[in-house]
C-alpha cells in the first residue's frame, strides 16, 4: 500500500507562482511512476506532469510544458510540481498519483491517489 498526500495549494494571483508537493507513505517501488493531474468543475481529470520514480524521467502535457516543472526526492518519497505563471485556468484540484506504468499520461496506469490540494488563481 502506498498513500499519498498532496500539499501546496492556495489562492494565488495570475501570474503567481506555486509549488505543490506529493508526499508518499508505506511501501513504494523504485519502478513506479508519479503524475499529477487535476479536476476543474465540470471538467474530466488532466493529465499535467509525470516522473519515472527510478530515473526521474519527465513526462509533461502540452498545456503544462514551460510553465510546470516536475522533479522529486528520491529519498524522501516526495515529488514536487512547481508551477509558475498561473493562470485563471489552471484553477483545480490537483491530484498525485502513484502507479508502475513510469510516466504515463493515462488515468488508468495509476493505482494510489492522494486526496488533492485545491489550486485558486484569480485575475
Known amino acids: 500500500q502506498v498513500q499519498l498526500v498532496e500539499s501546496g495549494g492556495g489562492l494565488v494571483q495570475a501570474g503567481g507562482s506555486l509549488r505543490l508537493s506529493c508526499a508518499a507513505s508505506?511501501?513504494?517501488?523504485?519502478?513506479?511512476?508519479i503524475g499529477w493531474f487535476r479536476q476543474a468543475p465540470g471538467q474530466f481529470r488532466e493529465f499535467i506532469a509525470a516522473?519515472?520514480?527510478?530515473?526521474?524521467?519527465?513526462n509533461y502535457a502540452r498545456s503544462a510544458q514551460g510553465r510546470f516543472t516536475i522533479s522529486r526526492d528520491f529519498a524522501k518519497l516526495t515529488v514536487y510540481l512547481q508551477m509558475d505563471n498561473l493562470k485563471p485556468e489552471d484553477t483545480a484540484v490537483y491530484f498525485c498519483?502513484?502507479?508502475?506504468?513510469?510516466?504515463?499520461?493515462?488515468?488508468?496506469?495509476?493505482?494510489?491517489w492522494g486526496q488533492g490540494t485545491q489550486v485558486t488563481v484569480s485575475s
Open positions: 498519483a502513484a502507479g508502475d506504468g513510469g510516466n504515463s499520461p493515462l488515468v488508468e496506469n495509476y493505482q494510489y
Open positions: 508505506g511501501r513504494t517501488f523504485s519502478s513506479f511512476g
Open positions: 516522473i519515472a520514480w527510478r530515473d526521474g524521467s519527465p
